[in-house]
């Protein structure tokens, strides 16, 4: 069975530029997870879906920051204009959803560099 | 708000056992998990355990809960240089979902 698929893997854009991340979670995962991981940190969540809908986005920038999942498969992380601060790796996690220790497995991410 | 600490570095030589720490603040923890982070990929769950459990042992890995210090440890056995990575401790609590809040990861160097 594929695991969460994450595309590109490496992108360097300069500040000021637009920037999209995709993520395809693993079939059947009902609920879809993105996270910001800094260097030499922890991952922190962006924006967590529920089928298709935004459930947690408190955490999300929302004057720079944006995301998609329109038919509850696969989403859209976007930032425009990216700034220097937003260098980091994203992550896309996925999980079944079903409460208790519902178990998140993550794609390999997407890092990002803004020169 | 819920933090969770680790310490940056651990090395240990082949075949000797890495104990890896960490402590959390939330006393409402209801999930503690490990996780593994090999270069340039993602996270990957090792083990979890529920916080009525003090102990849960796993092949090479033993997980150990002090729920009263709010201490959670990791034990790797024979620990080999396949095991270099990072290794993040994580923790959810009821009420809602269960936003998973990770720690800063521990490096552990495997030296032959």
Known sequence: EAGVVQSPRYKIIEKKQPVAFWCNPISGHNTLYWYRQNLGQGPELLIRYENEEAVDDSQLPKDRFSAERLKGVDSTLKIQPAELGDSAVYLCASSLGTGGADTQYFGPGTRLTVL | ?112
């Open chain 2, 1 to 112: 708000g819920e933090d969770v600490e680790q310490s940056l570095f651990l090395s240990v030589r082949e075949g000797d056992s890495s104990v890896i720490n960490c402590t959390y603040t939330d006393s409402s923890s209801t999930y503690l998990y490990w996780y593994k982070q090999e270069p340039g990929a993602g996270l990957q769950l090792l083990t979890y355990i529920f916080s009525n459990m003090d102990m849960k042992q796993d092949q090479r890995l033993t997980v150990l809960l002090n729920k009263k210090d709010k201490h959670l440890s990791l034990r790797i056995a024979d620990t080999q240089t396949g095991d270099s990575a990072i290794y993040f401790c994580a923790e959810s609590h009821s009420g809602g979902y269960q936003k998973v809040t990770f720690g800063t990861g521990t490096k552990l160097q495997v030296i032959p």
